[in-house]
C-alpha cells in the first residue's frame, strides 16, 4: 500500500475516526450543551430588552409626570398671583371704605360740633338779650321808676323787646 503524504494507512485510520468521533462529539454537545447555552442566551437577551423597554416606559411615564407636574406648578404660580391680586384688590377696597367711614364720621363729627356751636351761640344771645332787657330795666326803672307805675313799666319793656327783636340780633 502506498503511502499518502508518507502517512502510514493506520494513523490515518486513525485520524479520520477521530475527526468522525469529534463531529458526533460535537453534534451531541451542541445539542446537550449548546442550545441549553443558546435558550439561556436569548432569555438573558429577551430579559435585557424588556428591561430596556421597561426603562424607556418609565422614562417615558417620568416625562410625563414631570411635564404634569409642571403644569400643575404654572397653574398653581396662576392662582396664587389670582388669590394675590384678589386680596390686593380687597386690601384696598377695605382702605377705601375706611377712609370713606373715616370721612363721614369726621364730617358728623363736623355737623355736630357747628350745631353745637350754633345752639351755644343762640344760647349766649338769649343770655345776652336777657341780660340787656334786665339791665335796661333796671336803667328805665331808675329813670322812670318815680314817675311811672308797673303797668306803663310792663308796656314799656314790651315794646323795647319788639323794636329790639331777632332782627336787631341777627344783624
Same mark, same amino acid.
Request: charged share 35%; glycine share 2%; net charge negative.
Given at each position: /500500500?502506498?503511502?499518502?503524504?508518507?502517512?502510514?494507512?493506520?494513523?490515518?485510520?486513525?485520524?479520520?475516526?477521530?475527526? #468522525?468521533?469529534?463531529?458526533? /462529539?460535537?453534534?451531541?454537545?451542541?445539542?446537550?450543551?449548546?442550545?441549553?447555552?443558546?435558550?439561556?442566551?436569548?432569555?438573558?437577551?429577551?430579559?435585557?430588552?424588556?428591561?430596556?423597554?421597561?426603562?424607556?416606559?418609565?422614562?417615558?411615564?417620568?416625562?410625563?409626570?414631570? $411635564?404634569?407636574?409642571?403644569?400643575?406648578?404654572?397653574?398653581?404660580?396662576?392662582?396664587?398671583? $389670582?388669590?394675590? !391680586?384678589?386680596?390686593?384688590?380687597?386690601?384696598?377696597?377695605?382702605?377705601?371704605?375706611?377712609?370713606?367711614?373715616?370721612? $363721614? =364720621?369726621?364730617?358728623?363729627?363736623?355737623?355736630?360740633?357747628?350745631?353745637?356751636?350754633?345752639? =351755644? /351761640?343762640?344760647?349766649?344771645?338769649?343770655?345776652?338779650?336777657?341780660?340787656? #332787657?334786665?339791665?335796661?330795666? /333796671?336803667?328805665?326803672?331808675?329813670?322812670? !321808676?318815680?314817675?311811672?307805675?308797673?303797668?306803663?313799666?310792663? !308796656?314799656?319793656?314790651?315794646?323795647?323787646?319788639?323794636?329790639?327783636?331777632?332782627?336787631?340780633?341777627?344783624?
Amino acid at each position: /500500500m502506498e503511502r499518502l503524504f508518507n502517512l502510514d494507512p493506520q494513523l490515518l485510520h486513525d485520524a479520520v475516526l477521530l475527526a #468522525i468521533a469529534v463531529f458526533v /462529539m460535537f453534534v451531541l454537545l451542541s445539542y446537550l450543551l449548546f442550545n441549553p447555552v443558546r435558550d439561556f442566551l436569548k432569555k438573558r437577551e429577551e430579559k435585557v430588552k424588556n428591561n430596556i423597554d421597561s426603562a424607556e416606559k418609565a422614562k417615558a411615564d417620568a416625562e410625563k409626570l414631570r $411635564a404634569e407636574y409642571e403644569n400643575r406648578l404654572r397653574d398653581i404660580h396662576k392662582e396664587e398671583d $389670582a388669590i394675590l !391680586s384678589a386680596a390686593r384688590k380687597k386690601a384696598l377696597e377695605n382702605e377705601a371704605k375706611i377712609i370713606d367711614n373715616a370721612k $363721614a =364720621e369726621a364730617a358728623g363729627i363736623i355737623a355736630r360740633a357747628q350745631k353745637q356751636a350754633e345752639l =351755644e /351761640m343762640k344760647k349766649a344771645e338769649d343770655d345776652i338779650k336777657k341780660e340787656i #332787657i334786665t339791665v335796661a330795666s /333796671m336803667i328805665a326803672g331808675k329813670v322812670v !321808676s318815680e314817675k311811672i307805675d308797673v303797668n306803663i313799666q310792663d !308796656s314799656l319793656v314790651d315794646d323795647t323787646l319788639k323794636e329790639i327783636g331777632d332782627q336787631t340780633w341777627l344783624s
